[in-house]
């Protein structure tokens, strides 16, 4: 039997840095509860939006870029909700609503009660997957 990863804080699964789809398959395994189904959705809508993207999980986060080497957004669980990060989010239309202390980096919260907006999240990853990455 495979031992299940660790859960840190917010239910955020502990999963070795590594490329491609493996490590954000066993990220997408491991999270318990409703996040797993909004972090699956968010996994789709990427590569549904994106078929090229490149995958990675770093920091116990994955990671969604176009050349392996700079990423254009990632998502991680905490307490309350599963943030989406857009590293170049300020620039994206309309912008996504929480700040950072980047002055380019926006983020998205999915609470467990909130509908997903699939329309505006494909129009943000769209619009990110064309911006400069951010090197990680």
């Known amino acids: 039997?495979?031992?299940q990863p660790k859960l840190l804080s917010g239910d955020n699964p502990q999963i070795p840095k590594g490329e491609g789809q493996a490590?954000?398959?066993?990220y997408l395994n491991a999270v318990p509860g409703w996040k797993q189904s909004v972090c699956r959705k968010?996994?789709?809508l990427i590569v549904a939006?994106?078929?090229e993207v490149r995958k990675a999980v770093k920091w116990n986060t994955p990671l969604y870029g176009m050349d392996g080497t700079t990423w254009f957004t990632a998502f991680r669980c905490t307490t309350n909700y599963v943030k989406i990060t857009f590293f170049q989010g300020s620039d994206i239309d309309p912008v996504p609503p929480e700040?950072?202390?980047q002055?380019?980096?926006?983020?998205?919260?999915?609470r467990e009660q909130d509908a997903i907006d699939e329309g505006l999240l494909r129009s943000w990853f769209s619009q990110a997957s064309a911006l400069p990455g951010?090197?990680?």
């Open 1 to 3: 039997m495979t031992e």
């Open 23 to 26: 490590p954000v398959t066993a």
């Open 42 to 44: 968010l996994d789709e």
């Open 49 to 51: 939006e994106v078929p």
């Open 99 to 101: 700040t950072s202390t």
């Open 103 to 110: 002055p380019n980096v926006r983020y998205a919260h999915i």
């Open 134 to 136: 951010e090197k990680m």
